[in-house]
C-alpha cells in the first residue's frame, strides 16, 4: 500500500535514495538497473494507474461471444529484431521471454488506391528505394566527414525522388517515410533520421512484427517490474502525479499534486519530450540554457490509429496493408490495416487507419462522428463495388491532449546536432533524464526508452555506490554553449551580408 500523504510544510517528506518518475519502459528499465547494482531503496511514481506508460491497450468492439478484443494505442510493433549469433533487439528478447503474441508484418502484402478505387502504383516504391539507397549513402557521408546535415526531403529532391503533385508518389512516400517517422521529410535531419533507421532495422533487423497479445503489449513491462517488485511493494507509487522537481547537487525534491513529498538522493525524469516541452511540471531552480534548448530543440510526433470493427471484412481478408493516395492531400487517411487476416485478431472485422503530424492534430480536434464520416467516404471511395455498411465499433486515442505524453514520439529535426542531443540527456545536477527521446540511436522506438533507462540507472547506482558498471558510471557530459559554424567576420559583402542587421532605423 502507498504510504500515507506527508505534510510538506513541515517538512517530512518521504525520503528514498532515487525517485524514479515514469513507470514507462525507461522508468522500469532504470529501476531495474538499480536493483540489479543491489541499490533497492527507490521509488517509482507514475499519474496513471498502470506500468507502460505509451505502452498502452483498450478493449475494442467484440467477439463472437461478446467479450472485447485488446487494441494497442501506442506502440504496437517489436521494431527491428535481431540477427542470429548477432545483437538482438532487448525488447524482442523481452517479448520472446513473456511469449507476447505477435505476426510478422509483412510490408509486401499492401493493395495501392486512389479515390476512384484500386489503382497500380506500387511499382513506384523501387523508385523510393532507389533514391532511398543514395539517401543513406549520404547520411553516411554527412556523419564521416562532418557535413553540415540537410533534410531526408533534401536528399530524396537531390537523389531525384521528387513527387510533388504526383498524388500516387504521395502516397508511397508517405508509406515509406512517414509510416515511421511520424513526420514528413522536410522535418527530418537526413543524418540522424536514416541513421536511426539503419540502427534498428540494419543493426538488429529489417522485420516489423505486430503484437496482438490479448494480456496488452504492457504484460512483458509489467513482467520485468514484478521480478524487483514485490507484490503490494509500496515503492510503486501509481496514480500520483508529479507537479514540481526542486533539484540541486545534493539532493532532489519531488512534490506531488496530492500534497505528498519525496525527498531523494537523485532523480531520474522519464517524462515524454512533449510533457517536458509543455512544462506540465515546475523544475525549480529553472533548467539551465543548455537543457532548455535541447528540451525545445527536438520535435514530438503525434502518430494516431483509428480503429473500426464492423459486421463483415469487406476488403481482401489475405492483405494486410491498404495504401490510399487522397486527391488532393498528402496523408489524409494513407494507410488501412488489417486486424480480420490471419495471424491477427481472424475474423474480427478489425480495420484501422493511422494518421500522423498534421493529420493527427486534425482529427484530436475533431469528434468521433466527424472523423467517422471522413474514414466512410474515404473507403467507399476505395470499395466502389461494395456496400459498405458503418462500423459497429469506432474508437481513437488522442495523444496529442493527454497531459501526460503530449504527443507519440520523438524525432531529429534537420540541423539539430549530436551535442545538442547529448544536451537533451545529460544529468542536471542530480536530476537525470531517459527515455525514448534521449536515445541518439533509437530515438522513438521502444529500444532507446529501454537502453536510456537502463543507464540512467546504473550511472545513478554507480554515484550510489552500487555494483559498478564500466562506462556507464557518474555524471554526462553536457555541452554549455554549442557555437555555429559562421564566424562574425564572414558577415560580409562577399556573402551577401551588405547592411548591419543590428542597427535600427526604424527606432523612435
Ligand atoms: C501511437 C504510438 C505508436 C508507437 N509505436 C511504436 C512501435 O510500434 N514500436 C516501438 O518500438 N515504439 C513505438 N512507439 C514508441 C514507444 O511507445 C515509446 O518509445 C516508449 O514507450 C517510451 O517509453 P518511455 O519510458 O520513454 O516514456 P513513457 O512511456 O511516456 O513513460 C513516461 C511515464 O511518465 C508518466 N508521467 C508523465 N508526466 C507525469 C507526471 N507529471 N507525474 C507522474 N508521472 C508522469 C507517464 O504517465 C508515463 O507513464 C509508439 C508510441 C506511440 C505513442
Redesign the pocket.
Known amino acids: 500500500a502507498a504510504l500515507p500523504p506527508r505534510d510538506n510544510s513541515t517538512g517530512t517528506c518521504r525520503k528514498t535514495k532515487v525517485a524514479i518518475?515514469?513507470?514507462?519502459?525507461?522508468?522500469?528499465t532504470a529501476a531495474q538497473a538499480l536493483s540489479n547494482a543491489s541499490v533497492s531503496d527507490f521509488v517509482i511514481?507514475?499519474?496513471?494507474d498502470y506500468i507502460?506508460?505509451?505502452?498502452t491497450h483498450t478493449q475494442f468492439g467484440k467477439k463472437a461471444d461478446g467479450t472485447p478484443y485488446t487494441v494497442e494505442?501506442?506502440?504496437?510493433?517489436?521494431?527491428g529484431l535481431g540477427v542470429t549469433n548477432g545483437p538482438e533487439n532487448p525488447?524482442w528478447t523481452l517479448g520472446k521471454k513473456y511469449g507476447i503474441n505477435n505476426t510478422y508484418s509483412n510490408y509486401s502484402s499492401i493493395i495501392s488506391y486512389d479515390e476512384k478505387g484500386p489503382s497500380e502504383y506500387l511499382e513506384l516504391m523501387d523508385k523510393w528505394d532507389e533514391a532511398y539507397a543514395v539517401c543513406q549513402a549520404e547520411s553516411g557521408d554527412i556523419l564521416t566527414e562532418n557535413l553540415q546535415d540537410v533534410s531526408v526531403r533534401t536528399g530524396l529532391s537531390l537523389a531525384g525522388w521528387r513527387p510533388q503533385k504526383d498524388m500516387h508518389a504521395q502516397a508511397v512516400e508517405w508509406w515509406e517515410w512517414d509510416f515511421n517517422a511520424a513526420q514528413p521529410p522536410e522535418s527530418s535531419s537526413l543524418l540522424f533520421g536514416v541513421a536511426g533507421e539503419n540502427a534498428t532495422f540494419n543493426y538488429f533487423s529489417d522485420e516489423?512484427n505486430f503484437v496482438w497479445d490479448q494480456r496488452g503489449f504492457n504484460a512483458m513491462i509489467n513482467g520485468e517490474a514484478n521480478e524487483f517488485l514485490k507484490e503490494g511493494d509500496d515503492r510503486l507509487m501509481l496514480s500520483?502525479?508529479?507537479?514540481t522537481v526542486d533539484y540541486s547537487d545534493n539532493s532532489v525534491k519531488v512534490q506531488l499534486e496530492d500534497g505528498s513529498c519525496i525527498e531523494a538522493d537523485h532523480a531520474i525524469c522519464?517524462?515524454?519530450l512533449g510533457?517536458l516541452q509543455n512544462e506540465?511540471?515546475t523544475f525549480e531552480p529553472e533548467l539551465p540554457q543548455w537543457k532548455l534548448e535541447a528540451i525545445q530543440s527536438f520535435s514530438m510526433s503525434t502518430?494516431?490509429?483509428i480503429f473500426m470493427q464492423f459486421n463483415e471484412t469487406f476488403w481482401d481478408e489475405n492483405t494486410q496493408f491498404f495504401l490510399y493516395a487522397d486527391p488532393h492531400e498528402r496523408g489524409r487517411y494513407p494507410v488501412f490495416q488489417s486486424l480480420s487476416g490471419p495471424g491477427f485478431h481472424e475474423g474480427s472485422n478489425i480495420i484501422f487507419v493511422t494518421v500522423t503530424a498534421d493529420q493527427a492534430y486534425v482529427v484530436e480536434n475533431q469528434s468521433d462522428e466527424e472523423t467517422k464520416a471522413e474514414v466512410m467516404e474515404v473507403l467507399r471511395s476505395m470499395f466502389p463495388a461494395v456496400e459498405i455498411p458503418e462500423p459497429t465499433a469506432f474508437f481513437y486515442?488522442r495523444?496529442n491532449h493527454q497531459?501526460?505524453?503530449y504527443?507519440?514520439?520523438s524525432n531529429w529535426p534537420v540541423g539539430v546536432t549530436l551535442e545538442r542531443h547529448q544536451n537533451l540527456r545529460a544529468n542536471v545536477d542530480r536530476l537525470w533524464f531517459?527515455?525514448?527521446?534521449t536515445a541518439p540511436l533509437f530515438f522513438?522506438?521502444?529500444?532507446?526508452?529501454w537502453y536510456?533507462?537502463q543507464e540512467a540507472g546504473q550511472r545513478v547506482a554507480s554515484l550510489l555506490g552500487g555494483d559498478i558498471y564500466g562506462e556507464n558510471s557518474g555524471p554526462m557530459k553536457n555541452y554549455e554553449v554549442l557555437h555555429g559554424t559562421t564566424f562574425e567576420d564572414e558577415y560580409e559583402d562577399e556573402n551577401g551580408w551588405d547592411l548591419d542587421t543590428f542597427e535600427n532605423n526604424n527606432a523612435e
Open positions: 518518475l515514469g513507470a514507462g519502459v525507461a522508468g522500469i511514481i507514475d499519474r496513471n507502460g506508460g505509451r505502452v494505442l501506442g506502440a504496437n510493433w517489436f521494431q525488447i516489423n500520483k502525479k508529479v507537479t522519464t517524462f515524454s510533457v506540465v511540471v502518430y494516431t490509429k486515442p495523444w497531459e501526460w505524453a504527443g507519440s514520439y531517459a527515455g525514448e527521446a522513438g522506438y521502444l529500444q532507446g526508452a536510456e533507462g
